[in-house]
C-alpha cells in the first residue's frame, strides 16, 4: 500500500512527515539505549529479508496482489523502536531506487508502514501473549501481523481522505475488506518466519530480543 | 555459517527466484485506487530519478532476469543502509 506521488495534497504530506519525523527521532534514542554494535548485523539482515519478502507478491481474490509488510515480524523479533527503524529504511530504499511509494508521500508512507504498523503490532503481540491460553504464542503473532496491515490500510484511507482524493466513505471499507484478505497471507508469512528465525536464536544470540515487545525467546 | 549469514542468503534467495514470478496484479491500494477511479493522479512521480523503476534494470530486456538483478541490488543495498544507520545510532 505505498502510497504513489499525487494521492497526497500538500499539508497531509507535510503533517505525516513531521509526525513521522518526531517518532524515527525518538525510535533513533530508544534504539541508542538498547542496541550494542552486536546487534547491528541482525538488524541490517532483517531489513534485508523484508525488502526481499516485500517483492513477492501473492494473489488474492480476483486480479489484486498483496505481498508481505514485515512490519509485525520486525516489531516481534525486535521491539518496536528497531521495527520502526527498519521499516523505514525499507520504504526510502523502495522510494529512492525504485520508485516504489512517491518520495511526496514517504513520511505518510513510514507513518503508516513504518510506524504506525509496528507499534499497534507490538501492542496486540502483547497483549494476545498475556492472555496464555493454548497457542497463545502463535496466535499474538497471527493476529498483531493481521492488524498490522490494517492500521496502515486504515491510516492510508484518512491521509487519501483528508487529501480530498476520495470520500472516505467510499475508500474505507474496500481498503478494509481487501487489506483484511492481504492480512491473512501477512499472518501466515509472519508465523512461519518469526517461527524460522526464533528456531535458530535458540542456540546462540547475536540478536536484540526486546523485552518490551514480549518478544523473546519463549 | 553464522545464523544471520544463512537469513541474508535466504533473503538473497527470494529476491532471485522468488521475485520475478510474484503476481503481478495490482496491489490492495492500486485495486480501490482503479476500482474507485483515483489511480490516474498517481501515475506521475515527481522526481524520476530512481535508476531501477519498478524494480528493473532498463538495461536488461529479459523481465525476469531484470527484476532478479533489482532485487538483488535492493536487498544489499537495504542491508547496508541499515548496517550503516544502525552503527551510526550505536557509536553517536
Not at chain 1, 523479533?77 to 525504485?98: D, M, R, T, W
Not at chain 1, 480530498?164 to 471499507?173: F, H, R, W, Y
Amino acid at each position: 500500500m505505498h502510497i504513489p506521488d499525487g494521492f497526497l495534497d500538500a499539508k497531509t504530506a507535510v503533517a505525516t512527515s513531521a509526525a513521522s519525523l518526531a517518532a524515527l527521532k525518538y525510535s533513533m534514542t530508544k534504539v541508542k539505549e538498547e542496541l550494542g554494535e552486536r546487534d547491528v548485523p541482525s538488524l541490517g539482515v532483517m531489513a534485508a529479508f523484508i525488502f526481499a519478502a516485500q517483492m513477492v507478491n501473492f494473489p488474492v481474490m480476483a486480479g489484486t496482489s498483496g505481498h508481505l509488510l514485515g512490519a509485525a515480524l520486525a516489531a516481534i523479533l525486535f521491539g518496536p523502536y528497531s521495527a520502526s527503524l527498519i521499516l523505514s529504511a525499507v520504504l526510502i530504499v523502495q522510494c529512492l531506487f525504485f520508485q516504489d511509494g512517491g518520495i511526496t508521500a514517504l513520511g505518510a508512507n513510514i507513518l503508516n508502514m513504518a510506524v504506525a504498523a509496528t507499534f499497534v503490532a507490538s501492542c496486540v503481540y502483547s497483549a494476545v501473549k498475556k492472555l496464555k491460553f493454548a497457542g497463545s504464542e502463535i496466535a499474538a503473532v497471527f493476529l498483531s501481523a493481521w492488524i498490522s496491515v490494517l492500521v496502515g490500510a486504515f491510516l492510508t484511507s484518512v491521509e487519501l481522505a483528508l487529501s480530498d482524493t476520495v470520500p472516505l466513505n467510499a475508500v474505507i471499507a474496500p481498503m478494509m475488506l481487501v487489506h483484511a484478505v492481504i492480512g491473512i497471507g501477512e499472518g501466515i508469512i509472519t508465523c512461519a518466519a518469526v517461527g524460522y528465525v526464533r528456531r535458530f536464536l535458540d542456540g546462540k544470540s547475536g540478536a536484540c530480543v526486546n523485552s518490551d515487545a514480549g518478544g523473546g525467546v519463549n | 555459517m553464522n545464523r544471520w549469514a544463512m537469513l541474508l542468503f535466504l533473503a538473497v534467495v527470494v529476491a532471485a527466484f522468488l521475485s520475478p514470478f510474484a503476481s503481478p496484479h495490482p496491489d490492495g491500494l492500486e485495486r480501490v485506487a482503479e476500482d474507485l477511479g483515483f489511480l490516474k493522479k498517481g501515475e506521475s512521480p515527481v522526481l524520476q530519478f530512481s535508476p531501477m523503476p519498478d524494480y528493473t534494470v532498463a538495461t536488461i530486456n529479459d523481465e525476469r532476469v531484470s527484476t532478479a538483478l533489482a532485487g538483488v541490488t535492493g536487498t544489499l543495498i537495504t542491508l547496508a543502509f541499515v548496517w550503516g544507520w544502525m552503527k551510526l545510532i550505536s557509536k553517536f
